[in-house]
């Protein structure tokens, strides 16, 4: 298959190796460079990073929207688009010019948790399975037809972060099962019921309210993990919350009843790994290694 691969945070580069390594990619489109650090240097994306080392064309452009945009893209002249997390909307020109269209590595079991924060939504909610689908793009917020899926668990030691490494090797897998058989491949459309929509996180979503149960915060924290993190100010200052799990407990809400464990509305969570402003993540046991104790603080 002649591919061009359009994709840009960590999560797409797995689909990128796997797909150079099997078929001919034309050209990479990512996102353009964006001022980042303390200089606010331009910082190259991580899939324009990677297509760069392995000697693939790139572009950036700021939209797919004009004319020229959608001329060059047309122009490349290949089989099918691979999208992965790419960050811009593909104008209906663009879904059309490859000869397959345009497939998208999404990470959800869709019809459940369209849009921008699959991941953590599913943690958040409690959900028991996510996955990868494969879907024919069209104009909608991902509601083309789906080619294959796979599912994963989502374990209760699972953060955002361990999921999103596991959903993009799976889909890195799965989108060189669907380039083969593409040809054969039968669309599924998806069902009407249960829609729903995985809206970007918020950082104001992100203060525990230590009112809540202990499995509604024990999600929050997993699922915010590593960023933005879950927190809460407490004597050490603000404190994030990076790894967590729901366990018996009684106090008053936000009490540190013993070691890191801190009380809820309902029951309590045991903390596992921290990170103080301006420092490193850490165990919760470090942390306690450079104080007193915390056991009868308040966290707020």
Request: charged share 20%; net charge negative; proline share 8%.
């Amino acid at each position: 298959m002649r591919v061009v691969f359009m994709g840009t945070p960590d999560f797409s580069v797995p689909a990128l190796d796997a797909i150079h390594a099997a078929h001919d990619v034309a050209c990479v489109y990512t996102q353009p460079p964006r001022p980042a650090g303390r200089g606010k240097q331009p910082r190259l994306t991580p899939v324009h990073a990677r297509a760069q080392a392995l000697g693939l064309p790139v572009r950036h452009p700021a939209s797919l929207k004009t004319p020229e945009a959608q001329a060059e893209f047309a122009a490349l002249d290949t089989d099918v688009a691979v999208v992965v997390a790419y960050g811009l909307i593909l104008p209906q020109p663009v879904l059309d010019a490859p000869r397959f269209g345009c497939l998208n590595i999404h990470a959800s079991l869709l019809p459940r948790w369209r849009g921008a924060a699959p991941i953590q939504r599913a943690i958040m909610a409690g959900d028991t399975e996510t996955g990868i689908c494969i879907m024919q793009m069209e104009a909608g917020l991902d509601t083309g037809p789906v080619l294959l899926c796979a599912t994963t668990p989502i374990l209760d030691t699972d953060t955002a972060q361990t999921l999103h490494d596991r959903l993009s090797d799976i889909g890195a897998g799965l989108i060189c099962e669907a380039l083969t058989a593409l040809p054969d491949l039968e669309p599924t459309p998806q069902p009407e019921t249960g829609v729903t929509y995985a809206a970007k996180i918020d950082k104001a979503e992100a203060r525990v309210d230590w009112t809540e149960s202990s499995v509604v915060i024990a999600r929050q924290i997993r699922g915010l993990s590593p960023f933005p993190g879950a927190w809460c100010e407490t004597p050490l200052g603000r404190l994030k919350l990076l790894n967590a799990r729901a366990v018996t407990g009684q106090g008053r809400p936000g009490e540190v009843l013993h070691g890191l464990t801190v009380a809820c509305g309902d029951g309590a969570v045991e903390i596992r790994e921290v990170q103080r402003q301006g420092k490193r993540a850490m165990s919760a046991q470090d942390l306690l290694r450079g104080t007193s104790g915390l056991t009868g603080v308040i966290f707020v």
